[in-house]
């Protein structure tokens, strides 16, 4: 038997050559990378290493617009549709009689087919694929559920052919395998970006009660409703929609429970720091109620920045109004007491009346004759509210009663009493008062009054005498 013949199935000496030279014999349905070197009207010229020559149809590598999105040089993959007589690629099947031929080679080689979604039908969506009807399942349009039924119509999308019986009068599609095989080769490169601190792009894929839920490349990660934003979110249908492009920052990943937290208000920058030119102590400022608890209620001062008007700041004739006003968001106009920039946290009092926005309240001082109102009665003493955020004590020392009086009888909460300001301490959170000295005040300013042109003129004390008597006590 001659060297060059060969027994059955085994390959002739011109083919080991060929295989030599060219490399294995390419297969329809197998997938190859190819080099681009020349770019035709209709055909780009693709050089498959190794394996000759190979023609792509232009226009799948053209984005909806018409343009041509790789240039000689440029590395495709592609899937071998024929090698008859030329090698022909492709990327996706497009419409026409050569993609009609090739269906079946879609299904068992998963080459995208392109379709045009034409209408709603039981159960899915009835689509166009090379000129023949296929039908795709609600469940397999799309990763996630869909909310209307009409979303996809008229539009042109890629599919994968899972089934094609009867010569083409039975195709089934799925979009979804696409979008699921595009998703988990975009996570292996996510992976590599996604660590704490690194500021990604995503898309918001759903909204829930406590966050977003942003697609990240193929992972997805929580914006909890605590990192949306500095400024209080109330309702995030009105700010968000699902599909909205964010960038996001990581805060936290899990492995193990394949969890990702994710940040937006890391990205804003704290407004507390610039908080110290804005808001002062003692400033009226018009604020809007964000929220009411046990203990107060919450006014954002400015945007991302909140203070707290206790309870105890709140008359409690005033506390079921401001109530109502905090369920609906209404505004108040307030004045600081404190701020604490170290702990974020801003302590309000209610504007005292005849002042507006802007304006500043008179400093508590020393010498000062007031009018109070007893807030309660201790063993040691009344615990007197002089205005907004200032309250004194009076000790039992400075009473001016006898000895043994019962102070709770004749001081219910609510009494008025005049006092004299002894001291200030702790920056205004320590007042000693005196209701004695303002008693004598005001006995001495009667006689004053009284004593006013007589020859002898008697002045007595002086209230800055009483004070000083005051405190040698």
């Known amino acids: 038997m001659s060297e060059m013949q060969t027994n059955s199935g085994q390959e002739t000496f011109a083919d080991l050559f060929a295989q030599q030279k060219t490399g294995p014999m390419l297969e329809v349905g197998q997938v190859v990378k190819g080099r681009v070197i020349q770019i035709g009207a209709d055909s780009v010229f693709v050089d498959i290493q190794g394996k000759g020559e190979a023609l792509i149809a232009r226009a799948e590598l053209e984005d909806e617009s018409g343009t041509l999105n790789v240039a000689v040089g440029d590395e495709v993959e592609a899937t071998v549709l024929s090698t008859d007589g030329e090698v022909r690629l492709s990327r996706k099947l497009l419409k026409g009689a050569q993609a009609r031929e090739m269906l079946q080679i879609s299904v068992e080689n998963g080459v995208p087919v392109e379709g045009k979604v034409t209408g709603v039908v039981k159960g899915g969506y009835e689509v166009l694929v090379a000129g023949l009807r296929a039908f795709c399942p609600f469940s397999q349009i799309d990763m996630r559920r869909v909310e209307s039924s009409d979303a996809f119509l008229n539009q042109v999308l890629e599919f994968r052919v899972t089934r094609y019986d009867e010569k083409g009068r039975n195709i089934v599609l799925s979009r979804r395998q696409l979008l699921e095989a595009a998703a988990t080769k975009a996570a292996e490169e996510t992976k590599k970006k996604l660590v704490p601190e690194a500021v990604l792009p995503g898309t918001i894929t759903s909204i829930a009660e406590f966050g977003l839920f942003v697609d990240l490349g193929g992972i997805q990660g929580l914006v909890p409703l605590s990192e949306l934003s500095h400024v209080r979110v109330t309702n995030l249908a009105d700010r968000f929609q699902v599909g909205q492009p964010v960038t996001v920052k990581v805060l936290r990943v899990d492995p193990q429970k394949g969890k990702v937290t994710l940040s937006m208000k890391a990205l804003e920058g704290d407004p507390w720091l610039t908080i110290s030119d804005q808001l002062r102590e003692r400033q009226i400022v018009q604020g809007r109620i964000v929220r009411a608890t ?19 700041e709140i008359p409690r004739n005033q506390q079921g109004q401001i109530k109502e006003a905090a369920a609906v968001g209404g505004e108040l106009a307030v004045m600081i007491l404190a701020v604490d920039l170290d ?21 508590l001082k020393v010498g000062v004759v007031k009018t109070g109102t007893v807030e309660r009665v201790e063993p040691f003493g009344l615990f007197v509210r002089l205005g907004p955020g200032q309250v004194g004590l009076i000790p039992n020392a400075e009473m001016g009663t006898q000895r043994g009086a019962d102070h709770r009888k004749e001081f219910a909460p609510g009494t008025e009493v005049k006092v004299v ?6 920056g205004g959170k320590r007042i000693r008062l005196s209701r004695s000295k303002a008693l004598a ?14 020859p002898k003129g008697g002045f007595g004390l002086t209230l800055g005498d009483l004070i000083k008597q005051g405190k040698k006590k």
């Open 441 to 454: 005040h005001e006995e001495q300013t009667e006689t004053q009054a009284y004593l006013k042109g007589s």
């Open 421 to 426: 300001v002894l001291g200030i301490e702790e």
């Open 294 to 312: 046990d203990f107060g209620v919450f006014v954002e001062l400015l945007p991302g920045v909140d203070g707290l008007l206790h309870l105890s």
């Open 343 to 363: 702990k974020h946290r801003i302590s309000l009092a209610l504007a005292p009346e005849g002042l507006a926005p802007g304006q500043e309240a008179e400093e």
